[in-house]
Nanobody, 123 residues
Framework: VQLQASGGGLVQAGGSLRLSCAAS????????MAWFRQAPGKEREFVATISESGSYTEYGNSVKGRFTIWRDNGKNTVDLEMNSLKPEDTAVYYC?????????????????WGQGTLVTVSS
C-alpha cells in the first residue's frame, strides 16, 4: 500500500487547512486509516482515526472539536479538515493504514505510512 499525503502549508492561527491522503496498491476499503503528527523534537502523536466504512472515528484530545477526519472509499482518499488552528498544531502530518482488524491508536498498529506533509501555523 502506498500513501501520498498532501495539502500542508503555512496558515495563520485561527485558520483552516485540509489535508488529503491518496492510497494506491491495495484494497483501501479494507483498511482503517489514521492521521498522526510529529512536531520538531517531539514524538509522533495520534491525531485521528476512521474505520474501514467511515462509520466510526476517534480523535486525539488536543484536536477534538477542531479537526474532522473522513474518507471516500470510491476515490481511495482520507482527508483531515483542520479548523481553528493553533501554533501548537505545527507539525509534519502523516497518514497511516492499518491492514489488520483492530482499533488501537498505537503507532505500531499501523503498517503503512505516507511521507508526511508539513503544516505550519503562525501566531
Amino acid at each position: 500500500v502506498q500513501l501520498q499525503a498532501s495539502g500542508g502549508g503555512l496558515v495563520q492561527a485561527g485558520g483552516s487547512l485540509r489535508l488529503s491522503c491518496a492510497a494506491s496498491g491495495g484494497t483501501f476499503r479494507n483498511y482503517r486509516m489514521a492521521w498522526f503528527r510529529q512536531a520538531p523534537g517531539k514524538e509522533r502523536e495520534f491525531v485521528a482515526t476512521i474505520s474501514e466504512s467511515g462509520s466510526y472515528t476517534e480523535y486525539g484530545n488536543s484536536v477534538k472539536g477542531r479537526f474532522t477526519i473522513w474518507r471516500d472509499n470510491g476515490k481511495n482518499t482520507v482527508d483531515l479538515e483542520m479548523n481553528s488552528l493553533k501554533p501548537e498544531d505545527t507539525a509534519v502530518y502523516y497518514c497511516a493504514a492499518d491492514v489488520h482488524a483492530g482499533w488501537s491508536i498505537g503507532i505500531d498498529e499501523f503498517d503503512h505510512w505516507g511521507q508526511g506533509t508539513l503544516v505550519t501555523v503562525s501566531s
